[in-house]
């Protein structure tokens, strides 16, 4: 089992930046990947970035060059960096796990909203 735990989300006005964090604990030592997805009111889940153990990352397009994740010095922790934030960045952001086994795992997500 893996425990996920995310924070950093809040207001933000347009054009400002916010970090999120997620720090995962229990059955961490055979973490695959670890990723960001977001979900907006009435619309899909959708994968935001993602680091692999061995540091390669995936960026949707709509937040390449805006956001950058980052393993912490700790393996079981990853950080979203988001700058030049937008109104259609206001999501609820959850962290996700998977491991090598393929099995995956999920924090309760947090807010960001992006508004003037």
């Known amino acids: 089992q893996v425990q996920l735990v995310e924070s950093g989300g809040g207001l933000v006005q347009p054009g400002g930046s916010l970090r999120l964090s997620c720090v995962a604990s229990g059955s961490i030592f055979s973490i695959y990947a670890m990723s960001w997805y977001r979900q907006a009111p009435g619309k899909q889940r959708d994968l935001v970035a993602a680091i692999t153990s061995g540091g390669s990352t995936n960026y949707a397009d709509s937040v390449k060059g805006r956001f950058t994740i980052s393993r912490g010095n700790a393996e079981n922790t990853v950080y979203l960096q988001m700058n030049s934030l937008k109104p259609e960045d206001t999501a609820v952001y959850y962290c996700?796990?998977?491991?090598?086994?393929?099995?995956?795992?999920w924090g309760k997500g947090t807010l960001v909203t992006v508004s003037s």
């Open positions: 996700n796990v998977k491991l090598v086994n393929a099995a995956d795992y």
